[in-house]
């Protein structure tokens, strides 16, 4: 759906009251986030964490959420945009406002891990192709670094 010419998108931190509208734009991604043990996370993420929401007239299209680690590195744990609005800048509004207030607050670089290059798979080929498009940098390959039996990680990281 494109943008509406008269709606200006807002990004704004999340608050309780977006959890519900995150969790319909995860399920109107299933091809992304298939597993339920990954929607489950995400949804605590979003009742959780702290994070930014793009919001279009008076509706949630997109978010994002961050953990700490230690007083330098906030990581960037789940990110979507609904799928009717993919493609359209909404992923890099919400990054560019992440950078300042991750600046704002002393941090000294952003965080991501994604499935590595290694593990054939286009929907994880677009996520990477987007974090280096708004500037995430690859850092290393890590095996098993979701736990034993998992696949291996891409760490992906953006000096502040
Ligand atoms: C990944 C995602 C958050 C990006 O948000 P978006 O609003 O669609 O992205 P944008 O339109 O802001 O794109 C920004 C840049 O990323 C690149 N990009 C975005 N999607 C891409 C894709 N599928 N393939 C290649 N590059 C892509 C574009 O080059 C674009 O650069 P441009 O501004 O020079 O055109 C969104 O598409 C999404 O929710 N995807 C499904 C879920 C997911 O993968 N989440 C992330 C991991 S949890």
Redesign the pocket.
């Known amino acids: 759906m494109p943008l509406s010419q008269g709606l200006s998108l807002e990004v704004r931190p999340l608050t309780a009251s977006d959890a519900e509208s995150c969790d319909q734009i995860i399920l109107s ?1 299933p091809h ?1 986030f298939g597993h339920e043990v990954g929607r489950l996370a995400c949804a605590q993420a979003v009742r959780t964490s702290d994070g930014w929401v793009a919001v279009l007239g008076e509706h949630v299209v ?1 978010f994002l959420t961050v953990e700490p680690h230690f007083a330098t590195t906030l990581e960037i744990t ?4 609904h799928a009717d ?9 919400l990054m560019s406002r992440l950078q300042q207030e991750a600046q704002i607050r002393g941090y000294r670089l952003l965080l991501v891990a ?1 499935l590595s290059p290694s593990v054939d798979d286009e ?1 994880y080929a ?2 990477r ?2 974090y280096q ?2 500037g995430l940098l690859p850092l290393q390959e890590v095996p098993l670094y979701w736990g034993v039996g998992s696949q291996p990680a891409l760490l992906l990281v953006m000096p502040l």
């Open positions: 991604l992304y997109g789940w990110m979507a945009v609005y993919r493609g359209q800048g909404i992923g890099r509004q994604t929907g677009a996520r192709a987007f498009a708004v």
